[in-house]
């Protein structure tokens, strides 16, 4: 008997659905509807995000995903603020160059109330979805923001003001997930400047399979001495994503695309070592044991980390926040919009 898949994915209320056959995906809305009641709507929207199905000349498939009706909404709310802080200039990068914010700052007195007064956490909520789902690029500034959702200062509120600006200057990139037979591939790194509240540095990787699988910039869990023990922080995060990605991909019958480890892109030698050796030096001997995860899975054959220029490194952008000539260099790929290289995609 021939086996029919489907996949269903349920956000709360909403519920997303592919099948092989679309007799079997109305037969599963009739399970629900019958214990839920359910409307079908049209599919090339969800949860504010625009999906449209390119058909290529060799038969080849993409999906753009856009969100612009939401960004020119939120624009048109805060459209004054922003004339008002950054006059007609158009940023040419997501967040302001070099900015790192901290609850070291201390506000003025009464500044903390005024900002939140002008909508900040409404400003960077909405930022937040809109980034999650189609501007990894932006992802760094956007978990700057978040840093100070309760205690915001002017800063803060003019960099919020300076990301909706440029992402309403972008609004018709969003992402391109295109068919590919290559396996997914991961890039990460770690800042190397840490935030002066606590000592923890910035993280952040992307998952890469057609287009941006998963992203995330964040905050490491522990402080790190040296910057070898940032970046095995942030393999550690990024590898356990991985596994947690290969057993889906297993239990849904995608088994074919990890047929082979998970390729790992790192620039920092001396932690891509520490993955597959044993060898326990001054420099490395306080490390927290957790996070020699990183060994087990590539024991395991779950990853293979390798090394990587730090120029070619797209995960950088998570990192940091960066100029505009690496956003412009990194932008495309980091969005689908430009394949990688197949030198990157594949161990030589």
């Not at 060799?58 to 856009?66: A, C, K, L, Y």
Request: aromatic fraction near 10%; charge should be negative.
């Amino acid at each position: 008997s021939h086996i029919v898949r489907s996949w269903v994915l349920i956000h709360t209320d909403d519920c997303d659905a592919y099948g092989e056959c679309l007799d079997t995906l109305h037969d599963i809305n009739d399970i629900m509807n019958d214990k839920w009641t359910t409307e079908i709507v049209d599919s090339s929207f969800v949860l504010g995000v625009k999906r449209e199905l390119i058909i290529h000349d060799d038969d080849t498939w993409s999906v753009r995903m856009s969100m612009t009706a939401f960004i020119s909404d939120l624009y048109d709310v805060f459209k004054n603020d922003i004339i008002k802080v950054l006059g007609r200039r158009v940023p040419k990068i997501p967040f302001p160059d070099g900015l790192i914010l901290s609850k070291s700052d201390t506000p003025h007195p009464g500044e903390v109330q005024s900002t939140l007064l002008k909508q900040y956490q409404r400003i960077v909520g909405s930022l937040l979805w809109y980034v999650r789902h189609i501007s990894p690029i932006s992802a760094y500034g956007c978990s700057q923001l978040c840093k100070l959702m309760a205690c915001p200062t002017s800063k803060a509120w003019e960099a919020g003001l300076w990301m909706l600006a440029y992402l309403y200057a972008n609004k018709v990139d969003g992402i391109l997930f295109t068919e590919t037979d290559s396996e997914p591939v991961a890039f990460v790194d770690a800042s190397n400047k840490d935030d002066p509240t606590d000592g923890k540095t910035q993280y952040g990787y992307a998952i890469m399979w057609g287009g941006p699988l998963i992203c995330k910039s964040s905050k490491l869990n522990h402080v790190g001495i040296n910057s070898t023990y940032n970046e095995y922080m942030a393999l550690h995060h990024v590898i356990k994503q991985i596994v947690w990605l290969r057993q889906l991909f297993f239990e849904i019958g995608l088994a074919e695309f990890i047929s082979k480890p998970t390729l790992v892109h790192a620039d920092n030698k001396q932690a891509n070592s520490l993955c597959s050796e044993d060898l326990v030096t001054q420099g490395n001997m306080y490390f927290r044991t957790g996070y020699h995860y990183c060994k087990e899975a590539v024991r395991d054959e779950y990853v293979t980390v390798e090394y990587i220029d730090t120029a070619l490194n797209i995960a950088d952008t998570m990192t940091k926040a960066l100029a505009s000539n690496k956003i412009k260099d990194f932008h495309d790929s980091l969005h689908g919009l430009a394949p990688l290289p197949d030198s990157l995609l594949t161990l030589e």
